[in-house]
């Protein structure tokens, strides 16, 4: 009858929205990792112990960036941003290497740099990917709200049209 029927379809609606939250969940966890991975990194930047820490670094360094590639490459992400922080950063994404310490920068370069290194543009990056993880961290609480509240409507529409279907049953019985 008509009740089986719209319990077969709520069904269907809300499987089809549970698959959906799921995927956008599992990339904003994704997301939310590459983002702090790519802080810590970057928040140790520049501290100046050489030598293996160095080396150690880069490599993190490119798996961050990496990671935050991928972020960028989430949908609407990029729309978070303002264009000059999205340009901050897809410069930070090709030449990583000039965000953290003085590594590979030559004494003229460091000269001409009245820094000495170039912390305040880590800094920068710092900043534009904490807005990032915080925007992801905002969107996924209420993406998970709002799958909380649609499993809760999908509950009780089962137990109202279950009692339906019941009583309907009894009325055919009797």
Do not use: W
Not at 90 to 117: C, Y
């Amino acid at each position: 009858g008509k009740a089986e029927e719209a319990v077969k379809e709520a069904t269907a609606v809300r499987e089809k929205e549970e698959k959906v939250f799921q995927a956008e969940k599992d990339e904003s966890e994704q997301c939310i990792a590459a983002l702090e991975a790519a802080i810590k990194v970057l928040s140790g930047a520049g501290t100046g112990k050489k030598g293996f820490l160095e080396t150690f670094q880069e490599a993190q360094l490119l798996s961050v960036v990496a990671g935050v590639r991928n972020v960028l490459a989430v949908s609407k992400v990029s729309s978070r941003l303002s264009e000059q922080d999205l340009a901050s950063l897809q410069q930070f994404l090709e030449k990583p290497e000039t965000f953290v310490g003085r590594g590979h920068m030559s004494a003229l370069q460091i000269g001409n740099n009245p820094f000495g290194d170039y912390a305040p543009q880590s800094t920068q990056i710092q900043g534009i990917l904490k807005g990032l993880y915080d925007s992801f961290s905002a969107n996924l609480e209420k993406a998970i709200e709002e799958n909380k509240e649609k499993q809760q409507a999908y509950d009780e529409l089962m137990k109202t049209k279950k009692d339906a279907i019941k009583t309907f049953a009894k009325t055919l019985d009797g």
